[in-house]
Nanobody, 132 residues
Framework: QVHLVESGGGQVQAGNSLRLSCAAS????????MAWFRQVPGKDREFVAG???????????ASVEGRFTISRDSDKNAENAVWLQMDNVKPEDAAVYYC??????????????????????WGQGTQVTVSS
């Protein structure tokens, strides 16, 4: 069973930076795609950024392109992590951010990997609040 735990959320002033972390455990993630989604009350959960674990291929929503960076790493103890570096944060970035994992990510198109429905595993979310 895959277990995802997000951390790093909090309050950030507009224009500043924040780094979210997702600790991933339970599987060999080589064929997985990992992603960050976000959701505000009353709206659908939306794709923010994704990364292919095996190739490090990344993709971003247009709203965060050039400001957010997704990356991943595994250490020698098989501790897996996915990060979302958020720079030049804007008030509209305020949301609950979720880490997600798709075990079949390596077999999907880039467009498919932006759909929340293909992601099997989800973390509990971490809140990001932006003050202006």
């Amino acid at each position: 069973q895959v277990h995802l735990v997000e951390s790093g959320g909090g309050q950030v002033q507009a224009g500043n930076s924040l780094r979210l972390s997702c600790a991933a455990s339970g599987r060999d993630f080589a064929a997985y795609s990992m992603a960050w989604f976000r959701q505000v009350p009353g709206k659908d959960r939306e794709f923010v950024a994704g990364i292919m674990w095996g190739s490090d291929f990344t993709s971003y929503a247009a709203s965060v392109e050039g400001r957010f960076t997704i990356s991943r790493d595994s250490d020698k103890n098989a501790e897996n992590a996915v990060w979302l570096q958020m720079d030049n944060v804007k008030p509209e970035d305020a949301a609950v951010y979720y880490c997600a994992a798709d075990p079949r990510g390596a077999y999907r198109s880039s467009d498919e990997r932006k759909l929340k429905g293909v992601y099997t595993f989800w973390g509990q979310g971490t809140q990001v609040t932006v003050s202006s």
